[in-house]
């Protein structure tokens, strides 16, 4: 599940931990399950949106780790709830507000497009490299990457832990 990457040649399928988290999901109290079918919900619109409007995307998974959020009464909001559940990134203050202010609010309420996609110089072809264009684009990835990173966190402390005589386990 917290895979980064998909390795060429293998088939698509759900996590091995699926089922775990899904009946950790239906096992948990109602307000888990909402704040889990909302973020789904949230993070599928950013992922379709996403391929052909990448700040629509980032806005979206921003949205559905704050709908996520909702679910965790240790966190008042979404950079609470990043904070708690990312590990990977030391200093967040700044991307925390990128992530909140520019992608999200700004996209939601001005209809502002961070990553450029209206923006005059990308509907001509330039052959030439731009590096402020490719700082953008690694930055984006990187909030892609601590969003997802936040998700499959949280996901993970949903998940039960597996007596060696669960059925369900022992039939896959």
């Not at 704040?35 to 979206?60: H, K, N």
């Not at 008042?76 to 990134?89: A, L």
């Not at 005589?165 to 896959?172: F, G, K, S, Y």
Request: net charge negative.
């Amino acid at each position: 599940m917290a895979a980064r990457y998909r390795v060429a040649g293998e088939l698509q399928s759900l996590p091995p931990e699926a089922r775990k988290i899904l009946r950790g999901i239906d096992n948990s109290a109602p307000l888990v399950g909402d704040a889990f079918d909302r973020g789904a919900r949230l993070y599928q619109v950013g992922t379709v949106c996403g391929q052909s409007f990448p700040s629509v995307g980032l806005a979206y998974r921003v949205a559905a780790v704050e709908a996520i959020s909702k679910a965790d009464n240790q966190c008042k909001g979404f950079s609470d709830f990043m904070r708690k559940h990312v590990n990977s990134q030391k200093e967040m203050e700044e991307v925390l507000t990128y992530l909140y202010s520019v992608a999200r609010s700004a996209h939601f309420h001005g209809g502002e497009f961070p990553m450029g996609e209206f923006s005059r110089s990308h509907f001509w072809f330039d052959p030439l490299m731009d590096s402020e264009a490719m700082q953008r684009d690694a930055f984006h990835r990187m909030c892609h990457e601590l969003t997802r990173e936040a998700i499959v966190n949280w996901l993970s402390q949903m998940v039960p832990e597996i007596s060696e005589t669960d059925p369900d386990e022992h039939n896959r």
